[in-house]
């Protein structure tokens, strides 16, 4: 109990930081990042912005992949009229389709760059029930599939860029608590909400997908650690309660109710 007053008060833990620390507070120590090349997913709005522009601001080369080139060019013209020495480089990608995913690896790798930080951060929660192209769930399959496939095909980059360069990569995978919302047989559920629509519950299945967010997290920290021995660490974050366009979708009396009584409990897009 106390400490969730604590977090909810924002107090310093070890780190220094609290729950109320933006990004640029956590920054701070580290103002000079123009040797780090960083890929940053859902950077057209809410906190991958955020981190986007932060990141920017302390000089990281960005790589912005979206589905929308039109949003990740907004994004980027953002970014640049604050900081106008930015380097940014705008990709198509989409994480629901696996040709997509490797499409993008592959123009990425033909840039001939290093890559010392991945944040996943990408996220879709939607009330309708669809299925990618590949034939499955569309929750699963963005949130989760589509960062598998992107972070598997660029793990040895980024422990090549380690080894060769001594800086630490990082990958993030954000993730949230709701993970722990979701009981049963992932497996099963999955199956089920690919074959078939009713037994599609749109809050279950973000949490399967969030879920699988932290069980990979687990497993491929182990594998980096024990059987690749490698200079890159990977960990996953609940963000915090945030209001962004993730709950778009949402969007009306009831949930502005909500988050209007709430609003001292949460977070600032940049805390």
């Known amino acids: 109990m ?4 604590k977090y909810l008060l924002g107090s310093a833990g070890p780190s220094g930081f609290g729950s109320k620390s933006t990004a640029e507070q956590v920054t701070d120590y580290c103002p000079d990042l123009r040797s780090i090349t960083a890929i940053i997913t859902g950077a057209t709005s809410g906190i991958g912005a955020e981190t986007a522009r932060v990141l920017a601001k302390r000089g990281a080369r960005l790589v912005l992949p979206a589905r929308s080139l039109k949003a990740a060019e907004d994004s980027k013209a953002r970014i640049l009229s604050e900081f106008p020495e930015s380097d940014i480089i705008v990709m198509p990608l989409d994480l629901s389709s696996f040709f997509s995913v490797r499409k993008f690896v592959a123009d990425f790798r033909s840039l001939n760059l290093p ?12 009330q309708e029930h669809a299925i990618s192209e590949d034939g499955i769930e569309m ?3 963005t949130n989760y599939l589509g960062h598998f496939l992107l972070t598997k095909l660029l793990v040895t980059k980024m422990v090549e860029t380690a080894k060769s360069t001594g800086v630490q990569g990082r990958i993030v995978n954000v993730s949230s608590s709701i993970h722990s919302w979701f009981s049963g047989d992932p497996i099963s559920y999955l199956s089920s909400i690919t074959r078939s629509r009713s037994h599609y519950d ?30 890159v660490t990977v960990n996953c974050v609940h ?5 962004t366009r993730l709950t778009r979708e949402r969007d ?3 949930t502005d109710l ?11 897009i940049p805390q």
């Not at 594998?223 to 200079?231: C, F, K, V």
């Not at 963000?239 to 209001?243: A, K």
Request: aromatic share 8%; hydrophobic share 50%.
């Open 2 to 5: 106390l400490e969730t007053v």
């Open 258 to 268: 909500v988050f209007f009584l709430a609003s001292k409990l949460l977070k600032t």
């Open 115 to 126: 890559l010392h930080l991945l944040i996943n951060n990408a996220g879709k929660f939607t």
């Open 202 to 231: 749109a809050t279950r299945a973000y949490a399967l997908s969030k879920l699988a967010n932290v069980l990979h997290t687990k497993e491929l920290a182990q594998r980096l650690q024990e059987e690749m021995e490698a200079n």
């Open 239 to 243: 963000p915090g309660i945030v209001r």
């Open 139 to 141: 929750t699963f399959a």
């Open 252 to 254: 009306g009396l009831i």
